[in-house]
């Protein structure tokens, strides 16, 4: 005779999940919907300047930064060990080369619109700097990793069923972040869609298991099983 106890995953244990892939997926639509696009053609053109100055060029990539602060924040959640920590170090490599695309760029744009259209010239320096360019791949690498890494955690810990494969889209999708950015401005409108949709599908699809679901007691090792209502004492 052998016997279980189930008990209910609490609603609790995804929300957080829920509620940072809703938002990673929010920003980044956010930000490369509302991004300026004047730069498409290069950096040191008026147009660009002008897309520099706006202040949507601020908002959008804010909006940008936290996203992926958010993503890691995600991916750490849904993994276990010294993986969990890739995504926050991915996150800290990729910012400080945000920091510079955010507000070295918006001062250089508003002094070309303001008499000094010379400054321009510096936008390559800004953007192409070794040492920040390099710490801006090798963080979103990190991200990468720790978006499939993070995906594949959760699949384990709740296949079989449609909830098992909740990360992956999101997770291969942001693991395309940086290939994006060589795409012209309507194809990396259209990748902010992508990525807020895979996370609209990771949130819907996770809070599926907020409910309903049980697990066996750690003690009798059984399988995940997923009934209807709590049963208890099944002989």
Known sequence: ??????????????????????????LMAGYLLLRPYG?????????????????????????????????????SMLTAGPLRWAGPVGAALVLPY??????????????????DPDVLALVPAVRDNPAAVTLFSVGLIALAVAGIVAALAWRRLHRPGRAAGAF????VIAALFLPQFFLPPAGRMAYGLAFAAAAAYAALTAASVAR????????????????SRVRQGEA
Do not use: C, N, Q
């Open 1 to 26: 005779m052998s016997s279980s106890t189930p008990i209910t995953v609490p609603r609790s244990r995804v929300a957080v999940p829920t509620a940072l892939a809703v938002t990673t997926g929010a």
């Open 39 to 75: 730069d498409a053609d290069g950096g040191e053109t008026l147009a660009a300047a002008e897309a520099f100055s706006s202040p949507l060029w601020l908002v959008s990539h804010l909006a940008g930064a936290a996203s992926l602060v958010t993503l890691a924040a995600l991916w």
């Open 98 to 115: 945000y920091g510079a695309e955010i507000f070295a760029l918006h001062e250089i744009g508003g002094r070309a619109l303001t008499g």
């Open 168 to 171: 992956l889209p999101l997770a």
């Open 212 to 227: 309903d679901t049980t697990r066996p007691s750690p003690v009798e090792g059984r399988s995940v099983a997923e009934p």
